[in-house]
């Protein structure tokens, strides 16, 4: 090969492998916005609906499972806010993205918490569970607080 081809050969190899580099993150779909909004607002009726019983001193023990499901969702949530998520409607603060590590060990609390729920659910503790309940919500707060955009609380 002439050194002039072998630079060419050379240069176009070089801009393939930038162009792959810039190619750009799969778009999420816009579902995804909606789908998390949605299972927010299930994640809602379903915590705030052990009020009444932890209010009433009631067994604790069938709200286990609606624990269990809190825990669940929680592990998933960080999955639903895929880079290039900030889209639409949301009211998801850019904090989720810019600070991932910090977004992750939010939902990391919620979920030790809400899974610590359901054991004193489980093991029909009320005092406990009551206790606990105040943790978890602390734990919907405290994570609003940093990766909600400021007027949605
Ligand atoms: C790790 C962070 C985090 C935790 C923990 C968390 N949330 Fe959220 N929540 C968000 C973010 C971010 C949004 C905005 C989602 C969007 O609009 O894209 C949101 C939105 C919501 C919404 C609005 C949904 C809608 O229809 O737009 C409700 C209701 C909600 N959260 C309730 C809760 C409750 C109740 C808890 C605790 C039991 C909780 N959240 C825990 C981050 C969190």
Not at 3 to 10: K, R
């Amino acid at each position: 090969m002439k050194p002039t081809l072998m630079i060419a050969a050379a240069l176009a190899a070089g801009l393939a492998g930038l162009a792959h580099a810039d190619a750009p993150a799969p778009t999420p779909a816009p579902d995804v916005v909606a789908g998390r909004q949605a299972a927010f607002s299930l994640s809602n009726v379903v915590f705030g609906g052990m009020r009444p019983v932890v209010e009433a001193g009631g067994d604790v023990k069938s709200l286990t499972r609606g624990a269990r499901v809190l825990a669940r969702w929680a592990r998933a949530m960080p999955g639903l806010f895929p880079e290039g998520s900030n889209l639409g409607r949301t009211t998801a603060s850019p904090a989720v993205w810019s600070d991932r590590p910090g977004f992750e060990a939010a939902a990391a609390r919620y979920a030790e918490a809400a899974t610590r729920l359901a054991e004193l659910a489980d093991a029909n503790d009320k005092a406990g569970f009551a206790a606990q309940y105040k943790v978890v919500g602390d734990t919907c707060g405290a994570c609003h607080k940093a990766y909600r955009l400021p007027d949605q609380h």
